[in-house]
């Protein structure tokens, strides 16, 4: 998946984030399978624990079964089609989540080739904000970063200027 793009900043500012809310000794359900991000959590001293890749917009049941006191969803929703079920469903009281945010300048992600690979959301912040408060979330602190390309051109250089990820920790 990241072969030759590791996201270092994203993960370096999820962390920062995830670290100010969340204490070590509160049990997570990171929303998505095993990845890179759920093994830094790890390292850093959190016990978290994965959903198995089944479809959230339609099987809730690791998300009803799961007794964790927190829940992360980091870049998943904007793969849902209807993210609110899910959101709906979380027994914990605590929720940090990340989306990439939709720039005007730049279409939907689409994989050819991997149909779990694809955006069908990119929310501005306001619709995000309205989503979790709609599915019972009230939001305690957000911040945004940029991601700027090593590239040239028009949409690269409007990537220094334009937040492109929005991240949330929210309670009930």
Avoid: C
Wanted: proline content about 4%; hydrophobic content about 40%; glycine content about 4%.
């Amino acid at each position: 998946m990241y072969e030759n793009n590791f996201p270092n900043k994203r993960y370096k500012h999820t962390l920062a984030f995830l670290q100010k809310h969340i204490g070590t000794s509160e049990s997570i359900l990171d929303l998505g399978v095993e990845n890179p991000f759920s093994e830094i959590m790890k390292a850093s001293g959190y016990h978290v624990e994965n959903t198995k890749g089944e479809d959230l917009d339609v099987d809730f049941e690791a998300v009803s079964r799961s007794d964790a006191s927190v829940v992360t969803a980091f870049e998943i929703f904007e793969h849902m089609v209807a993210p609110y079920n899910v959101l709906k469903e979380i027994k914990a009281n605590k929720l940090v989540a990340s989306i990439p945010m939709r720039l005007w300048f730049s279409p939907a992600y689409r994989s050819k080739t991997d149909l779990w690979d694809r955006h069908y959301h990119e929310f501005e912040d306001w619709q995000f904000d309205w989503l979790l408060e709609k599915a019972g979330w009230t939001i305690k602190d957000s911040a945004k970063w940029t991601n700027p390309a090593k590239k040239i051109g028009i949409r690269p250089l409007l990537r220094y200027f334009t937040n492109r990820y929005y991240i949330v920790y929210a309670e009930r």
